[in-house]
């Protein structure tokens, strides 16, 4: 039997001489869930910390959903939830522009100030 | 900035270990092949849910149902992880669906391979989620930042699975002889398409490889296939059970366990949709998306309609 052999991965099958179905239907994503970005309280006095995202009708049911997938061992105690699109993000190509100037800045860090071992409790 | 000056900062970023997130710039090569990894990942742990799925209703006792309830919900969750993580590539969750469902996208094919006993219970925990911890563990440690984050996840949760496959089979490996044939059994039919998992040989690789280059794997096929029957040689005896494997033997100049030749043609045929069962594991998630689309819409309804509700109060 010739089989063409190329570079194939656990969850990585190539496209071609697998088999695949060529074409698909396409899907219009705007009949999509909308998708909301999970926020989640470890413990009582920690900050809601990104978990995840996840598809759902609405908020209740981001809630519920989130419960059910990001904490089936008792990962969180509360949960936030936000539609994506209502998330603003700093830009990558800017990160110079807005994180530079504070890398020359080391005196705002208390190890910058060399102090004699007699001064305690500072 | 030019594409080659892009690709230079990019390799950069990667040699020195900085993880990729979605808004950075990355090759488009790199985003398909990340796309089409999590992807199918994705949809293997989906479809992963069917062969154990069909053993819910006849687990042996509530204890094991419970378990096994968990474990397979534990699946689905990981289908959500990764689906997230691969949406953060820019592609719509529904047509990952979609083309899961026509038979363009794929899944690892050790499920297309029936589960016919509960011993097999046993023996997908331990043997089928063992090969793939090994391949996710690896896989924490990838390039591309939302599908490490992913695996990390999948990580913590995906050891419990290996640990009760083997529990099944070490109480039936101390039953009754009936019951510890059907754990031999279970061995044999898994063996082999368990160590297929990795994927083929790296000799049979003509192309640079271009996915260890980009830090999406860090280990190759071979490797990874060795560390997992070394591991395997030597918890079988544990079991007091046999691997179906005549030429299985400890090499000790290797200091690794030599083992026989895997079926390639069964591998390519499986993988090319004619394994034992690909066409019913279709069926049956055509079957559960189509059945619960009733569902779905009765929910964006729902939606919308409290929404509605909600304006007409503010106004």
């Not at chain 2, 092949?33 to 687990?59: D, K």
């Not at chain 2, 999406?216 to 070394?230: A, G, H, P, T, Y």
């Amino acid at each position: 039997m010739q089989i063409q052999v190329k570079k194939f991965y656990y969850g990585d099958i190539p496209d071609s001489g697998s088999g695949s179905a060529p074409s698909a239907k396409q899907v219009n994503p705007s009949e999509e869930w909308p998708l909301w970005e999970v926020f989640i309280r470890s413990k009582q006095g920690l900050d809601h910390k990104h978990a995840g995202s996840l598809h759902a009708a609405d908020a209740e049911m981001a809630i519920e959903n989130a419960r059910d997938v990001y904490t089936r061992r008792q990962e969180g105690i509360s949960i936030w939830v936000v539609e994506s699109k209502y998330i603003h993000a700093s830009k990558p190509e800017e990160s110079g522009m807005l994180y530079d100037p504070a890398e020359d800045k080391i005196y705002r860090h208390p190890t910058f100030y060399d102090l004699p071992d007699a001064v305690k409790h500072m | 900035m030019s594409v080659h000056e892009l690709e230079k900062l990019f390799q950069d970023k990667i040699d020195q270990e900085i993880k990729i997130e979605p808004r950075d710039w990355m090759p488009e090569a790199y985003r398909k092949t990340n796309l089409r990894q999590i992807s199918q990942h994705a949809h293997s742990e989906i479809v992963g849910m069917l062969p154990e799925g069909n053993w819910i209703g006849r687990a042996p006792s509530l204890k094991r149902k419970a378990i096994l309830l968990a474990k397979v919900q534990d699946e689905g969750g990981h289908g959500l992880y990764l689906y997230s993580a691969a949406e953060t590539l820019g592609f719509s969750r529904d047509q990952m669906i979609e083309d899961l469902h026509s038979g363009k996208a794929k899944y690892s094919s050790i499920f297309n391979y029936p589960s016919l006993t509960w011993a097999d219970m046993g023996a997908i925990g331990w043997l089928v989620d063992g090969a793939a911890i090994l391949n996710q563990v690896m896989l924490c440690r990838t390039s591309y930042g939302p599908y490490a984050r992913a695996m990390v996840r999948i990580c913590k949760e995906e050891s419990f699975h290996q640990r009760q496959g083997f529990e099944i089979l070490l109480v039936l490996s101390r039953g009754t002889e009936a019951q510890k044939a059907m754990c031999q059994d279970a061995i044999n039919r898994w063996w082999w398409p368990s160590l297929m998992m990795f994927g083929p040989k790296d000799s049979e690789s003509t192309n640079s490889d271009q996915s260890m280059k980009w830090k999406i794997k860090r280990k190759s096929n071979d490797e990874l296939r060795q560390q997992f029957v070394d591991m395997i040689a030597e918890q079988v005896k544990v079991l007091g059970m046999t691997l179906p494997d005549p030429d299985l033997v400890w090499n000790e100049s290797r200091k690794h366990y030599d083992f026989g030749e895997i079926n390639w043609e069964e591998f390519w045929n499986v993988v090319k949709g004619n394994g034992p069962c690909n066409k019913q594991r279709l069926e049956a998630r055509r079957k559960a998306h189509d059945n619960g689309a009733w569902v779905r819409e009765a929910a964006s309804a729902y939606a919308a309609k409290k929404a509605a509700r909600r304006k007409t109060v503010a106004a």
